[in-house]
């Protein structure tokens, strides 16, 4: 009987013990000069960003301008720059008017969309250590593709790129 409750006792003890594994943060790649890495970000960036994408495609701008920070610095793919969201809404009301002109459908498919973040620098900080970033691929209805990046940070945008490749 001692024996059982020694054994019990011990099982107890061993399951109750502190076994935390530490994992080593897998990454791959490099960011030139800063002694940088990269890894997966989070679905929460991910998140963010098919709630930018969702209101932009339905021009809900009251949802957009929560959503983006003013301040931030978004290069269009014409290599425009808005500042903020009120600037960012105008670019988009603009193609949208664009698109209508054109008797073009607006809209686009969604290709991929996946998050990265790297890790932190050995010599200093860098902006790109803010946040997360989603890259994202797009087919316009008229086939161009948009290949962007969306900084986020606290499930805000406050950095953003596109470049445009026209269907011919």
């Known amino acids: 009987m001692k024996n059982i409750i020694l054994v ?10 502190d ?3 530490v ?35 339905e021009r809900d701008y009251y949802m957009l301008k929560t959503l983006i920070s003013d301040g931030g610095n978004y290069i269009h793919d014409d290599n425009s720059v808005s500042t903020n969201a009120d600037e ?11 698109t209508k002109e054109k008797n ?19 010599t200093g900080d860098y902006p790109n250590e803010i946040g997360e970033w989603v890259n994202a691929r797009f087919t316009a209805a008229n086939g161009d593709v948009y290949e962007e990046w969306y900084q986020i940070s606290e499930g805000k945008l406050i950095s953003w790129s596109s470049a445009k490749r026209e269907n011919k």
């Open 23 to 57: 994992a080593k943060i897998s990454s791959n790649g490099f960011i030139e000069g800063t002694g940088q890495s990269v890894s997966l970000g989070s679905e929460e960036s991910i998140e963010v960003f098919k709630a930018i994408d969702k209101a932009w495609l």
């Open 19 to 21: 076994q935390t594994n």
């Open 88 to 98: 960012f809404i105008s670019k988009i009301e603009a193609s949208f008017e664009e």
């Open 8 to 17: 019990s006792l011990l099982g107890l003890f061993i399951s109750c013990a």
């Open 104 to 122: 073009e459908e607006w809209g686009w498919t969604t290709n991929f969309a996946f998050s990265v973040k790297p890790t932190k620098s050995e």
